[in-house]
């Protein structure tokens, strides 16, 4: 799923920069800055299908995701600013805004990290621009002294209450065959799981829209001093 958000955000700078190019309002460092995002999703997409790769061939030995990697401590706030530029042209076209308030820093695999956000992320841009309902998404990072809590909120058409209770299963999906596969929250779940011995749930609303909440407990996760 990640190689794919690369992929097709590759293609998205790509006719960015096409329509740029010679155009009057736009400046040869807005060019660059185009070229650079460029540049980062198409080593994103390598990156994503290797990935993508070896869990396809975990799943496939073992029955079951199985997910290894280095173990680091890092700070929440910057892996997910730094997320947020893969989706940068996106927003910038949908006119979708993002939020991130607190921080806390986290021991586990920073990569599986960035993989649960980068599908928290799109999951709920795709809701919000399908629907064209909404436009804020809010990342909220709080930490007590048994847990470190990120929330990704946004203000779409939400999750209706009969799916509630299966959007973590092996395959579930609203979306076309085109635009999922039905593994995105299913993996992620399990990467909170095993990355961080945490968890992933769908946390409850007031109003409108959807609330995802990972939980890293405090022998992975501890505030930043």
């Not at 997910?67 to 401590?73: A, L, V």
């Amino acid at each position: 799923a990640a190689a794919m958000n690369y992929i097709s955000l590759a293609g998205s700078l790509t006719e960015e920069a096409r329509r740029s190019i010679g155009h009057p309002t736009v400046s040869e460092a807005d060019l660059q800055g185009v070229i650079s995002e460029l540049s980062d999703a198409l080593r994103g997409a390598m990156d994503g299908s290797q990935r993508a790769a070896k869990v396809v061939l975990s799943m496939r030995e073992q029955g079951g995701p199985q997910f290894d990697g280095p173990s680091s401590k890092f700070t929440v706030a910057s892996r997910i600013h730094r997320m947020l530029l893969l989706f940068k042209s996106r927003m910038r076209t949908s006119g979708i805004k993002t939020h991130v308030d607190g921080d806390a820093t986290i021991q586990g695999n920073a990569q599986q990290f960035d993989q649960v956000l980068i599908n928290l992320v799109r999951n709920a841009m795709d809701s919000m621009e399908s629907s064209n309902v909404g436009d804020t998404l809010r990342i909220e990072i709080e930490s007590t002294r048994t847990v470190v809590v990120v929330r990704v909120r946004d203000n779409g058409p939400g999750i209706a209450a009969h799916l509630r209770g299966t959007i973590f299963e092996e395959g579930f999906t609203t979306k076309p065959p085109s635009n999922g596969l039905g593994l995105g929250l299913w993996l992620s779940q399990n990467m909170v799981a095993s990355g961080f011995d945490g968890d992933l749930l769908l946390a409850p609303t007031h109003g409108r829209g959807a609330c995802f909440e990972c939980r890293f407990p405090t022998k992975k996760a501890r505030a930043p001093r």
